[in-house]
C-alpha cells in the first residue's frame, strides 16, 4: 500500500478497463500508450491509476508484463470484482478503455455500454459500425477517441 501512495499526492486519473485476458484483447496497445505516457509526462499532467478487471486465459502472462514495466506516474492494477462492485467502480472512474472487438461487428461490446451507462468517457477500437452506433453529441454519452493504434491515446 505504501507504494501506492505516492501517486495519490497529486491529481491522479482513475482509468478502467475490464477484460476475459483472451486473444481478441490485445492489452500491449494499452501497456505501450501508458509507458509512453509515462515518459512523457510533467508536473502538469496527472498521474494514472490504470485498474484492469476481468479474469481469463492471458491474466497472468500480462501481469509478468506489467511488473516489468517500470513506470513512476502510472500505477497498474488487475483485480477480480464481484458483480455489484463492478458498476461502482466504472462510476468512480474517469475514463475507460475497451480493447475488445464486437464479435459481428455490428454491436458494441457490452463493457463499452456498461462504460456509457457509467457517464464516463470511452475509448475503444474501432470496428466497421462503431461510428453508426455512437453519434457523438447525439447520445447520452461521448466517444472519446478511437484506438488504432497507441498514438491514439
Known amino acids: 500500500m505504501k507504494e501506492l501512495f505516492h501517486i495519490y499526492l497529486k491529481r491522479s486519473v482513475l482509468l478502467i478497463s475490464s477484460t476475459s485476458w483472451t486473444p481478441d484483447e490485445d492489452f500491449s496497445v494499452l501497456l505501450s500508450a501508458l509507458e509512453k505516457y509515462d515518459k512523457e509526462c510533467t508536473e502538469n499532467h496527472p498521474n ?3 485498474a484492469i ?3 481469463g486465459p492471458q491474466k497472468s502472462y500480462y501481469e509478468g508484463k506489467i511488473e516489468e514495466l517500470d513506470m513512476s506516474h502510472v500505477k497498474i ?10 458498476p461502482k467502480l466504472l462510476a468512480a472512474s474517469d475514463v475507460g478503455v475497451s480493447l475488445h472487438f464486437s464479435s459481428s461487428g455490428l454491436d458494441l461490446p457490452m463493457k463499452v455500454v456498461d462504460m456509457f451507462a457509467a457517464g464516463i468517457p470511452v475509448c475503444a477500437r474501432n470496428f466497421k459500425c462503431l461510428k453508426e452506433l455512437v453519434i457523438h453529441g447525439r447520445m447520452d454519452v461521448s466517444l472519446m477517441t478511437v484506438i488504432t493504434s497507441v498514438d491514439s491515446f
Open 77 to 86: 492494477v488487475t483485480l477480480w470484482l464481484e458483480p455489484e462492485d463492478y
Open 48 to 50: 494514472i491509476i490504470c
Open 53 to 55: 478487471t476481468g479474469n
